[in-house]
């Protein structure tokens, strides 16, 4: 299930200023990778990423804003800073059939996509690949490489470039923490793979 943060903006692109607009008009292609997919093609690719992950269970992805990622980062990391995914697992009471949630700042997703030279509707992809790969169970920070290499065998069947993993290893889109929170309804495992937190600062965090 895909939802959008209504307080996002539905088209996410930088604005084009006066001077700029003819310049834009003449380029539709790069403005077009800018755009926002729709969630039904987002959603098809979520049930695709989920079968190959071999994950099962419910799970939403929830579009959001830097700001708003920003808060649920603090709340329940302690970092006050945006963030590209973050990763919800299911666990406990009432969490039959639920796999759980991811929440992605396309704001984020468009810088980085930007940088990488893809498509913001490919970096979505991407970082909904990583974060099922979490819900799935996946550590990259304990597991000596095997969620790299499963996530890159994934990233080439389903068609995405250069993953999170081998950003940060290549001191591109570093990585950050993998705290343990919990809610007053469940028990949750929240990590993220943040664009300004240095690997070597890698930590565990524990919501009081």
Do not use: W
């Given at each position: ?9 539905p088209d996410p692109a930088p604005k084009a200023t006066k001077t700029k ?54 709340q329940f990391r302690g970092k006050d800073k945006a963030t590209d995914v ?123």
């Open positions: 299930m895909i939802l959008l943060d209504p307080d996002m903006d607009r003819a310049a834009v008009a003449n380029a539709p292609a790069p403005q077009k990778s800018l755009r926002l997919p729709s969630a039904r093609t987002l959603a098809l690719f979520l049930s695709k990423a989920q079968a190959a992950v071999r994950l099962k269970g419910q799970v939403t992805v929830l579009l959001t804003t830097d700001a708003a990622i920003r808060k649920l980062n603090r973050l990763s919800f697992p299911a666990e406990g009471v009432g969490a039959e059939g639920i796999a759980g949630d991811l929440a992605i700042s396309v704001t984020t997703a468009l810088r980085q996509g930007t940088a990488c030279g893809h498509s913001l509707g490919t970096e979505l992809k991407v970082l909904m690949l990583h974060g099922l790969l979490h819900l799935a169970g996946y550590d990259h920070e304990t597991d000596a490489g095997e969620m790299a290499r499963r996530e890159r065998l994934l990233r080439a069947k389903l068609g995405l470039p250069q993953g999170l993993i081998e950003r940060a290893n290549e001191a591109t889109v570093p990585q950050g923490l993998k705290p343990r929170v919990r809610s007053a309804t469940s028990s949750a495992r929240l990590k993220s793979c943040p664009d300004t937190m240095p690997r070597s600062s890698a930590a565990k965090a524990r919501r009081p």
